[in-house]
């Protein structure tokens, strides 16, 4: 079954609304979750690293006050899309998990799809 | 800065036969984890394989092969007796630390594979 779970797996909504994704990891604690970003026929672009109980690092050209990450416990991330305009419609995935010295994987959840008219 | 580098964009394989999917990367650290993730059209990664900068064998997973030639920092996938359910996006990722000490996941560019009958 799956061990990260990400809700909603789509929205449509007008621009301007802000829109909240969650990310949960459902059998075990993870104190970092990653956010991606993946256009159409392109790769996952890291966005930013989720860190429970302190600020997310964001990746350069990601704008901090645009995506708002939030890691209150150690089994949620959320990402706030504020203000979203049709540009942000996209593939957002999260994903945790792993060690850097372990061949633990990152699991992901199955993303969410945001479209914005 | 790390890189990954896929450079077919696009494969075709028969059914049945064998393929090598590439991938370079780049990195300065000495600890490091390399992997591949296969993303159907439906958008889920599916892991498929580890390969960790310090095991000395090259990773198997089943029908999936890691050729991993550390001097020439590549990481090729073989993918044996392909299958049409093969079909797919590959992506080959990299794991490392991360500027905040917290590791980081970064993936390559992909490479579409399509499996003919």
């Known amino acids: 079954g799956a061990v990260v779970s990400q809700h909603p797996s789509w929205v449509i909504c007008k621009s301007g609304t802000s829109v909240k994704i969650e990310c949960r990891s459902l059998d075990f604690q993870a104190t970092t979750m990653f956010w991606y970003r993946q256009f159409p026929k392109q790769s996952l672009m890291l966005m930013a690293t989720s860190n429970e109980g302190s600020k997310a690092t964001y990746e350069q050209g990601v704008e901090k006050d645009k995506f708002l990450i939030n890691h209150a416990s150690l089994t949620l991330s959320t990402l706030t899309v504020t203000s979203a305009h049709p540009e942000d419609s996209s593939f957002y995935i999260c994903?945790?998990?792993?060690?850097?010295?372990?061949?633990?994987?990152?699991?992901f959840g199955d993303g969410t799809r945001l479209s914005i008219l | 800065a790390q890189k990954i580098t896929q450079t077919q964009p696009g494969m075709f394989v028969q059914e049945k036969e064998a393929v090598t999917l590439d991938c370079t990367y780049d990195t300065s650290d000495q600890s490091y984890g390399l992997f591949w993730y296969k993303q159907p059209s439906s958008g889920e990664m599916i892991f498929l394989i580890y390969q960790g900068s310090y095991d000395e064998q090259n990773a198997t997973e089943g029908r999936y092969s890691l050729n991993f030639q550390k001097a020439r920092k590549s990481a090729n996938l073989v993918i044996s007796a392909s299958q049409l359910g093969d079909s797919a996006m590959y992506f080959c990722?990299?794991?490392?630390?991360?500027?905040?000490?917290?590791?980081?996941?970064?993936f390559g560019p992909g490479t579409s594979l399509s499996v003919i009958p």
């Open positions: 994903s945790a998990g792993g060690q850097i010295y372990s061949n633990q994987p990152q699991h």
């Open positions: 990722a990299m794991r490392e630390i991360g500027e905040t000490s917290y590791d980081k996941v970064i």
